[in-house]
């Protein structure tokens, strides 16, 4: 992220996500920008985007409407218009919406030397439940 103004840039994204993987920036690169066309596509056709845990893409339609000119009080019509909403999934309300920054740091998980997350990052893979048919608590 910048340090001056707090913006990330989609440069700083594959450059992040590129070392992460251990794959090209070219190839990191085309892939983001095909799902932002697509996601741009399927929002034009007027389809609902649903990215779990992540959030809602929806377009809604804004009805015609008069307003007020604030400096002239002047009435004018609005015409209506197609507009994008986005609403926020669950995982991304409790790290964005209900945390600190500096709580949202604190949680990234941390890599291994070789580049995979370590077994404390929250990436293990937890085990099957009892699947006995005789278990009372199954």
């Not at 009435?75 to 986005?86: D, E, I, Y």
């Amino acid at each position: 992220m910048s340090e001056q103004n707090g913006t990330t840039t989609k440069k700083e994204l594959v450059n992040r996500i590129a070392a992460d993987l251990g794959v090209k920036k070219v190839l990191v690169k085309d892939v983001i920008q095909n799902f932002l066309d697509c996601i741009i596509d399927e929002l034009a056709l007027g389809h609902r985007l649903e990215f779990r845990e992540f959030g809602v893409f929806e377009v809604k339609e804004r009805a015609a409407r008069s307003a007020q000119n604030p400096r002239t009080l002047e009435k004018v019509q609005v015409p209506a218009k197609r507009v994008v909403k986005f609403k926020v999934g669950r995982k991304m309300r409790l790290n964005v919406c209900e945390n600190t920054p500096e709580a949202a740091a604190a949680k990234k998980p941390e890599k291994a030397p070789d580049g995979k997350p370590n077994a404390s990052s929250g990436f293990e893979r937890s085990t099957p439940p009892n699947l006995n048919p005789d278990s009372k608590f199954g």
